[in-house]
């Protein structure tokens, strides 16, 4: 990935999207070549020259003090996400890739005391991932939420691939098209954080060739947060579900996100989720007597 690019095309994609109306600026007519507003506008909202401006436009972040990107952000009228964002790209751009930031491109793996956390939460589906949505680790509920997914044999299990490449996604999530949306901002959020991770290249390539929806949506440069919102699925087993979802990063040096599901109490999706958790509990228990049964089978022992 070429982050000089990167920024390039995201502070384009940006300015694109806002017209005069909309920054305050007035309108004399004319024929406009580009949809939004122009370079110059921008460096005028903004507080500092054209040619400054034109200069970070090409991906020339050299020398972008918070000021300027602070100002460069108000212009653009960018949202919190989309600031973060801006700033990851403006290092990665200056340095190659920040310190502070840098990315374990290995397996990333938690403790035993971690999934043993995970194992007692058993009456919500617990889901971790990392920044390329790569499934890190679940409790027995949250394995049994996404349980289609998880019938993927490539490891490891990816949300993305799921979401993009297995036609069963498009009746999972209620949603599809916004669930869509959501997972490539938030693949372009993680671009920006690990410019050089070379697994996550190799995802976006993968995605960008098989996909004609991932390679339009990967092309607007949108990004989000994660943290919190609802999740409306339907689940083979049981049916609708509407999860109001919370996601907590883990500090653990591998830049994790646990995702805690829920529903309000006496709901139907509430209900869903005890038969959820009997079915899984029934279902985890029959592998386990089929695996025993077939050692105590195998000769020699």
């Given at each position: 990935m070429?982050?000089?690019?990167?920024?390039?095309?995201?502070?384009?994609?940006?300015?694109?999207?806002?017209?005069?109306?909309?920054?305050?600026?007035?309108?004399?007519?004319?024929?406009?070549r580009v949809p939004g507003l122009r370079r110059e506008e921008v460096a005028l909202l903004a507080g500092m020259s054209s040619e400054y401006y034109k200069r970070l436009e090409r991906g020339n972040a050299k020398g972008a003090s918070?000021?300027?990107?602070?100002?460069?952000?108000?212009?653009?009228?960018?949202?919190?996400?989309?600031?973060?964002?801006?700033?990851e790209l403006i290092r990665a751009a200056n340095t190659g890739v920040h310190p502070a930031r840098r990315r374990?491109?290995?397996?990333?793996?938690?403790?035993?005391?971690?999934?043993?956390?995970?194992?007692?939460?058993?009456?919500?589906?617990?889901?971790?991932?990392n920044g390329r949505l790569d499934a890190v680790a679940t409790n027995r509920l949250g394995r049994a939420l996404f349980s289609e997914m998880f019938e993927d044999s490539?490891?490891?299990?990816?949300?993305?691939?799921?979401?993009?490449?297995?036609?069963?996604?498009?009746?999972?999530?209620?949603?599809?098209?916004?669930?869509t949306r959501q997972i490539?901002?938030?693949?372009?959020?993680?671009?920006?954080?690990?410019?050089?991770?070379?697994?996550?290249?190799?995802?976006?390539?993968?995605?960008s060739t098989r996909?004609?929806?991932?390679?339009?949506?990967?092309?607007?440069?949108?990004?989000?947060?994660?943290?919190s919102g609802i999740k409306s699925v339907h689940h083979p087993i049981v049916g609708d579900l509407d999860l109001d979802y919370l996601g907590l990063d883990l500090a653990y040096g591998q830049a994790l996100q646990m995702l805690v599901f829920s529903a309000e109490p006496g709901s139907a999706s509430h209900d869903g989720l005890q038969l959820l958790a009997n079915w899984a509990a029934t279902n985890t228990a029959e592998i386990q007597a089929n695996n025993e049964s077939a050692t105590k089978q195998t000769p020699g022992n």
């Open positions: 070429d982050n000089r690019d990167d920024l390039s095309q995201f502070l384009v994609s940006r300015r694109a999207r806002l017209s005069l109306e909309q920054v305050g600026l007035p309108d004399f007519g004319g024929r406009r918070e000021a300027v990107i602070d100002g460069v952000s108000r212009a653009l009228q960018l949202d919190e996400a989309e600031h973060s964002h801006l700033l374990l491109t290995g397996k990333a793996q938690i403790s035993g005391t971690v999934q043993q956390t995970l194992d007692a939460m058993s009456t919500v589906p617990v889901y971790v991932q490539r490891q490891p299990v990816n949300a993305a691939r799921f979401a993009f490449l297995d036609a069963r996604a498009q009746t999972f999530y209620r949603d599809w098209e916004s669930n490539v901002a938030l693949l372009r959020v993680e671009a920006g954080r690990s410019p050089f991770d070379r697994k996550l290249s190799d995802l976006v390539g993968e995605l996909s004609d929806l991932f390679r339009k949506l990967w092309g607007a440069h949108d990004v989000r947060q994660h943290r």
